[in-house]
């Protein structure tokens, strides 16, 4: 039945599209799942669009471009520059703006950040998961609001409590691997260290996916390398960070390195098997006590 639902639907995107209803076409494709269909349709919605702002667009960019030229010459603007300037050598920001701040200065520089964490305490438990909660907040953003062309869930099916599962559980089981790793494998960082600089690392992530959110509403399937450039350059750049973190914090060297993510992801999936046993088990264990106690009652 659903198929008929979407062939029927698929029909009527080709309907609008032939009748260049594109927007109507877009809504049809979508619910049929057609992705060559809605693709062709936002290629034509896409076009129309630039037709009619294409020419503002261009003069708006001109206009930023001789500003940016010519913004030395305008009256003011040095003691404008000067004045701010000295306002931000003289302003004292309270500890908890730095720590927020911080991450960015690990993104620039991440040896030198995860070392600042690991000598100076410079990053905090919670400003960590401040992080983690952003982190979340973009992740969320990005699955709900990316275009169907590049995302294949509908946001009415998406479960919320499978995704905090799907991003609280994983992050939480690498901390705690890590830690327990090196603490037998002569590791020097400490758990609370370890959870900081773990959540320091997803900030490649956090920036990449509200620029793939935006993107994904100006390509097309035919651009779809574009998307998953910048996809794989956020992945890499948040696996290098994983990396550094945990050499700088353990003090490890780069082959030792290598042997312990492989045997924290080892021990991250062995503690997940085991939680996932001892839940059933207890399930089991809950329904035989339920059925002894639905037997006596029966029998009295």
């Known amino acids: 039945m659903n198929r008929l639902f979407d062939l029927a639907n698929q029909g009527l995107g080709d309907a609008y599209f032939a009748l260049q209803d594109y927007e109507s076409a877009l809504t049809y494709y979508r619910l049929a799942r057609d992705t060559r269909g809605y693709s062709n349709a936002y290629w034509e919605v896409r076009n129309q ?27 003011g603007y040095a003691w404008v520059q000067t004045r701010i300037s000295t306002l931000k050598q003289k302003t004292t920001l309270p500890s908890w703006i730095k720590e927020l701040q911080f991450p ?82 002569d590791g020097d960082g400490k758990l609370s260290e370890v959870f900081q600089a773990s959540a320091l690392t997803l900030l490649p992530m956090m920036i990449t996916f509200p620029i793939l959110t ?41 082959k030792p390195t290598f042997k312990n993510i492989l045997i924290t992801i080892f021990t991250a999936v062995m503690l997940l098997a085991l939680t996932l046993i001892i839940i059933f088990l207890l399930g089991e264990v809950y329904q035989l006590i339920a059925d002894i106690i639905q037997e006596v009652n029966s029998r009295v």
């Open 214 to 254: 935006l993107i994904s509403h100006a390509l097309t399937a035919n651009e779809s390398f574009i998307y998953e450039l910048i996809y794989g350059i956020g992945v890499s750049f948040t696996v290098i960070y994983m990396f550094i973190m945990v050499k700088e914090i353990h003090f490890y060297d780069i």
């Open 49 to 75: 669009f630039l037709l009619a702002n294409g020419n503002g667009f261009v003069i708006f960019l001109i206009i930023l471009a001789v500003f940016y030229a010519i913004r030395k010459l305008i009256p």
């Open 104 to 185: 960015f200065q690990v993104f620039a520089k991440p040896v030198d950040g995860y070392d600042d964490i690991k000598r100076h305490q410079t990053f905090s438990n919670r400003s960590a998961f401040l992080y983690i909660l952003a982190f979340f907040v973009t992740y969320l953003i990005w699955i709900y609001e990316t275009n169907f062309l590049f995302n294949g869930l509908i946001s009415s099916e998406i479960n919320i409590i499978e995704q905090v599962i799907g991003v609280f559980v994983p992050f939480g089981l690498w901390v705690v691997s890590n830690y327990l790793v090196c603490s037998i494998r």
